[in-house]
Every structure is written in structure tokens, then in C-alpha cells.
């Protein structure tokens, strides 16, 4: 930790030198009140709603019998505003749960008592650029970062998770992350499970020790691919059963994992019933035999128990999948062999490495393993009924983006021991021409992962899947494109794509580019984009743009 930290400093002299060259050119902005180990103070002329105090701290849980299991974890309390606004969870890793309203100003005071610097960044929030979590702004232990901003989001099942440069994916797995809802008006208005029968579900992939700790080595093979666990948590726990009545629910579907895709389906055969996304609620419900769910991503779905049994039980599992190693110069070395049995192959040579603790050994990516069990405990009388219509959603036009002619192409690439976007690597202090972006305008993006050559890792072919997520304003997706040769993994996972409404994370697959339509108002300043394979992003798969 303190050789990164150290790499950070050094990063911040150069950058610092840049302050007064960028404030001529763009005077809105303040690097200087932006430098890591500045922090932030409370506005005297912000009024909050709510008021939050979060404190992260080492502390050791109870997860299984015996040593407890040291983690770093966050508390909650509210300062102002309604106690609901926190839901805490004493005996979980997970970090509280914070339930907002569109409209309401929040003031949320992040005290860091960890021995490493740090910084929380909103997961799918609108927030101005100082308040979005950028590794710019991490706080060093002992100091305060106060984060003042009005929640603008629709209805929707967000999250917040640490964004700490190039340990991101360590802090996030040691356990700083958490959920974030929002309700307003038009979702209330709608006869949807509540209480009880709205659970949130955060699904994680972790490996634990013969001493009941988390294991995380950051060697060569966990970087290329991400780290795999071998053991399923949800909302930090393991071998997870939820317990319902029978009557229908809500179930919220985040991935916190660090880099495992999951392919979600029913075990009986039951059709998964998606009503949101990333961004809140769809416009209808779709229906899909499973639902793929990258890092970063949320899926809402409807799920109705009636008519079953007490003591019935299903399994939501994860399918097997080609993640695709496949095509190109791979698929001719490897006869098409998919990520299942490369997952596998590396599960095998990680546990010959780590005396038996395979990263991701039992489990590898693309494998078919259970997720969480679900166990019908009561029977209760209930009307439930899916309503046809849950939202309206404007779509967004191409012929409405200030580029419709050109999409920005960002081409996503694994080379030479490095994760980069067209070809870069980040850096704090290197917006390109090509990152500046007019505020209050639509831009077409193209995400390109192979789908026009130029991937590679040497003189070899070498894609992967890349969740790729953007902060700030969500975005459309509208398209897809496949390359030909990759058209055979491909088919194992595209039915469950749900790419209608908002969305701030996208899969991208091997051989594919995704073209969305995103907006970038309100807001100057930078926002990051990156890959949400967090190990990715800790190698250098993340970019700012500069929107001004």
C-alpha cells in the first residue's frame, strides 16, 4: 500500500504543475481544491434535507464459526432528515444501505479512520464533478470529505463502492461498498412489492482462508482476467437463503463482484421478469430465459411465489457461458476453446500456486454453480399483479447527438501487461482532445472491443469481456455488432442482454462494439470512464473526460 500511495505523490507533483496551465484554459475548474489529501468542508450556503456521517474503519466480523474475519467496513449514521435514510448492517462486510428521494439536497460526511487513503464515488448518480468520487479527491486517515449535492436521479436501484486509484479493487473487496435507492413520485404511484417484499440482493464472489480471512493476491493471472473467488455471498453471506411468503416480490440484483460475470436463471425453468435496470424502472416488463449481469450492473425483477408450497425451494444459478478466448489468432490456438475451460485451466494452475485456494478454481467464470436459494417460509393471502406499464422513458435520437456522424470510438485493448482505452493507460493529468466534451450536449460512444480489429497482448490475440461504465449523466444503448468470428461464444450470452432504458454500465463482449447515446448535462468538470472489471481498472483501463 504505501509503494502505491507513493506512485500517487509522485503522480501529483506533475499534475500540480498543470494547475495553472488548465485554469487559464478552463477556469471553472479548481485542481487545486482537488489534490489527494485535501478533503472538503461543508458549504455554508448548502442547506441539507438529509445529513449522513459515514465512517469506514478496520473491524473484525462474524461471517463464519470461528476466528472472525477482519474487514474494512462503513458506518452510518443520519445527522438530519429521516432515520430511513440509513439502513446499517451490523453483521455483514456490506456497507449501509442509503434510501434517498428524487429532489432532496443530502449533505453525506465521509470520515476515513482506515490506514490507506480513500474515496467513495456514487455509482449511477447525476452529481457535480467535485461530489462524483474521482481518485483525485482521496483522503488521506484522519481526514473528512464532505459531499453536498441534490439527488436528480429517477427511481432506481443505485450503489457507491470506494474508487481509490489503483487499489480500487482491493478496497472494494475488503468490504467498502454499498446500495443506494431511490424512490420518487411516478415509482410510488405504482402498485409495486413493498417493505418487506422489496429486497435488495448484492452479489459478490469472495475466497477465504483456513482462518475464515479474505484472500486476495494481486498476481499476473488475477490482473489479466480479475479476480475470481471461490465461494458466493450475497450481501455478505455466505451459502445465502432468503426466506419469502408466498406472494410476489421485488428482488434487486446488483453485481458487486470485482470481475465475475454471472448468466442468472431460475433453476425450474421459471422466465426471469426484468422491471429495471441500471437506471430505474423499464417502460414494460421483458421476459428473458436468463439475464446476464456484469460488474456494475443492476437488474429489478419481478418474481411471484403464490401458489407454492411451504418448505418449496429454487435456485437462482449462474449458467454456463463462453466468455470467448475465441476467434482470431485464440480461437485458431485454442481450437475455440471458451472462458469456461480457460477459467477452469486457471483455476487449476492458481490452486497448485496457493497451497489448494483456487481463485476462482471451483467457480470459474463461465461455469454453472448456484447463486442464492431462495425458501418459501409462509403462506399469506395477496393480489399481486404486475402492472403492464411502469414507466415512460423518452428515447434518445442519434440524429440528436452533436456527433451523430461520428460516434467518440473508444477502443478497449489488453497489451503488454496493460488494460487501455485506444491504446492509453490513466493518468490524472491526460485529457486528450478527444476526452473534452461541450456540456449540455448528446454524444455518440462506441465501445469496440476487437469488433474492428486492434485488440492484442503482444503478437497475440487476447479479448476479454469488459463491463465498461460512465460516470455522470446515464446513458441509452443502440446497438450491437458482433464480429462474425466471435459469433459462436456469442450466442451463449446475448439473449440476455436488457438494453432497454437507462443504463450506466454496459457489457461489451469479446469481438463486439456497443454504441450508446449519452448526455452529458448540467455539469462541468471531469468524469471518469472505465472498465468495471475492477483489476482492470487498477491497470490502467479508466479515462477522464472534460466536460466544459
Known amino acids: 500500500?504505501?509503494?502505491?500511495?507513493?506512485?500517487?505523490?509522485?503522480?501529483?507533483?506533475?499534475?500540480?504543475?498543470?494547475?495553472?496551465?488548465?485554469?487559464?484554459?478552463?477556469?471553472?475548474?479548481?485542481?487545486?481544491?482537488?489534490?489527494?489529501?485535501?478533503?472538503?468542508?461543508?458549504?455554508?450556503?448548502?442547506?441539507?434535507?438529509?445529513?449522513?456521517?459515514?465512517?469506514?474503519?478496520?473491524?473484525?466480523?462474524?461471517?463464519?464459526?470461528?476466528?472472525?474475519?477482519?474487514?474494512?467496513?462503513?458506518?452510518?449514521?443520519?445527522?438530519?432528515?429521516?432515520?430511513?435514510?440509513?439502513?446499517?448492517?451490523?453483521?455483514?462486510?456490506?456497507?449501509?444501505?442509503?434510501?434517498?428521494?428524487?429532489?432532496?439536497?443530502?449533505?453525506?460526511?465521509?470520515?476515513?479512520?482506515l490506514p490507506a487513503q480513500s474515496i467513495l464515488h456514487w455509482h449511477g448518480l447525476h452529481v457535480p464533478s467535485k461530489m462524483d468520487g474521482n481518485p483525485m479527491y482521496a483522503i488521506n486517515q484522519g481526514q473528512t470529505f464532505v459531499y453536498e449535492f441534490k439527488?436528480?436521479?429517477?427511481?432506481?436501484?443505485?450503489?457507491?463502492?470506494?474508487?481509490?486509484?489503483?487499489?480500487?479493487?482491493?478496497?472494494?473487496?475488503?468490504?467498502?461498498?454499498?446500495?443506494?435507492?431511490?424512490?420518487?413520485?411516478?415509482?410510488?404511484?405504482l402498485d409495486l412489492p413493498k417493505g418487506e417484499y422489496d429486497v435488495a440482493l448484492a452479489i459478490q464472489d469472495r475466497t477465504f482462508d483456513d482462518q475464515n480471512q479474505l484472500y486476495y493476491n494481486n498476481h499476473m493471472m488475477q490482473r489479466m482476467q480479475g479476480f475470481l473467488g471461490n465461494q458466493i455471498v450475497v450481501n455478505g453471506q455466505p451459502d445465502y437463503v432468503l426466506p419469502v411468503a408466498s406472494r410476489a416480490y421485488r428482488l434487486r440484483l446488483l453485481n458487486g463482484s470485482n470481475s465475475r460475470i454471472y448468466k442468472l436463471a431460475w433453476d425450474d425453468g421459471t422466465p426471469i421478469t426484468v422491471?429495471?435496470?441500471?437506471?430505474?424502472?423499464?417502460?414494460?416488463?421483458?421476459?428473458?430465459?436468463?439475464?446476464?449481469?456484469?460488474?456494475?450492473?443492476?437488474?429489478?425483477?419481478w418474481m411471484d411465489f403464490s401458489g407454492k408450497a411451504v418448505g418449496t425451494e429454487l435456485t437462482l444459478r449462474s449458467l454456463s457461458f463462453d466468455g470467448s478466448m475465441s476467434g482470431g489468432m485464440m480461437g485458431g490456438m485454442h481450437g475455440g476453446m471458451g472462458m469456461g475451460?480457460?477459467?477452469?485451466?486457471?483455476?487449476?494452475?492458481?490452486?497448485?500456486?496457493?497451497?489448494?485456494?483456487?481463485?476462482?478454481?471451483?467457480?470459474?467464470?463461465?461455469?454453472?454453480?448456484?447463486?442464492?436459494?431462495?425458501?418459501?417460509?409462509?403462506?399469506?393471502?395477496?393480489?399481486?399483479?404486475?402492472?403492464?406499464?411502469?414507466?415512460?422513458?423518452?428515447?434518445?435520437?442519434?440524429?440528436?447527438?452533436?456527433?451523430?456522424?461520428?460516434?467518440?470510438?473508444i477502443l478497449l485493448s489488453m497489451r503488454h501487461m496493460s488494460a487501455l482505452l485506444n491504446g492509453r493507460s490513466y493518468a490524472m493529468d491526460d485529457i486528450r482532445d478527444d476526452e473534452i466534451i461541450p456540456v449540455n450536449t448528446l454524444q455518440a460512444i462506441a465501445f469496440d472491443n476487437g469488433f474492428s480489429g486492434g485488440m492484442g497482448m503482444g503478437g497475440m490475440m487476447m479479448s476479454m469481456p469488459h463491463p465498461m461504465h460512465m460516470h455522470g449523466e446515464q446513458f441509452q444503448v443502440l446497438k450491437r455488432e458482433i464480429d462474425p468470428r466471435f459469433r459462436a461464444g456469442y450466442e451463449t450470452v446475448e439473449a440476455g442482454f436488457v438494453d432497454s432504458g437507462w443504463k450506466d454500465t454496459i457489457l461489451v463482449m469479446p469481438g463486439e462494439k456497443v454504441t450508446v447515446l449519452k448526455p452529458f448535462n448540467d455539469y462541468k468538470g471531469v468524469f471518469m470512464y472505465h472498465c468495471h472489471n475492477l483489476e482492470h481498472e487498477d491497470m490502467g483501463m479508466m479515462r477522464d473526460f472534460l466536460v466544459k
Do not use: C
Not at 42 to 48: H, L, R
Not at 173 to 187: H, M, P
Not at 281 to 298: D, F, K, N, T, V
Not at 350 to 370: K, R, V
Open 151 to 189: 439527488v436528480l436521479n429517477r427511481a432506481g436501484f443505485y450503489w457507491y463502492h470506494a474508487h481509490t486509484h489503483s487499489v480500487t479493487a482491493k478496497q472494494v473487496y475488503s468490504g467498502l461498498a454499498g446500495l443506494f435507492i431511490v424512490s420518487d413520485q411516478e415509482e410510488q404511484a
Open 341 to 409: 475451460m480457460m477459467g477452469r485451466m486457471r483455476g487449476r494452475m492458481m490452486g497448485g500456486m496457493h497451497g489448494g485456494m483456487m481463485s476462482g478454481g471451483d467457480l470459474p467464470l463461465g461455469g454453472d454453480y448456484a447463486v442464492l436459494k431462495v425458501r418459501v417460509s409462509k403462506q399469506v393471502q395477496a393480489q399481486d399483479k404486475l402492472p403492464e406499464r411502469l414507466s415512460a422513458i423518452k428515447p434518445l435520437r442519434l440524429q440528436d447527438a452533436a456527433n451523430a456522424d461520428s460516434p467518440r470510438n
Open 275 to 301: 422491471i429495471g435496470v441500471d437506471g430505474g424502472l423499464l417502460e414494460h416488463p421483458e421476459r428473458r430465459a436468463y439475464i446476464m449481469l456484469a460488474p456494475g450492473e443492476r437488474r429489478e425483477i
Open 1 to 113: 500500500m504505501p509503494s502505491m500511495i507513493n506512485i500517487q505523490r509522485r503522480r501529483l507533483l506533475k499534475f500540480t504543475g498543470l494547475t495553472a496551465a488548465m485554469a487559464a484554459v478552463y477556469p471553472f475548474l479548481s485542481y487545486a481544491e482537488g489534490m489527494i489529501g485535501m478533503g472538503n468542508q461543508a458549504s455554508s450556503d448548502f442547506d441539507p434535507d438529509v445529513e449522513i456521517e459515514l465512517k469506514q474503519e478496520v473491524v473484525d466480523i462474524p461471517i463464519f464459526r470461528g476466528p472472525e474475519t477482519r474487514v474494512w467496513k462503513v458506518f452510518g449514521k443520519v445527522l438530519r432528515g429521516p432515520e430511513t435514510a440509513i439502513v446499517n448492517h451490523a453483521e455483514s462486510y456490506i456497507a449501509p444501505t442509503i434510501q434517498l428521494q428524487k429532489g432532496q439536497k443530502v449533505r453525506i460526511i465521509l470520515k476515513n479512520n
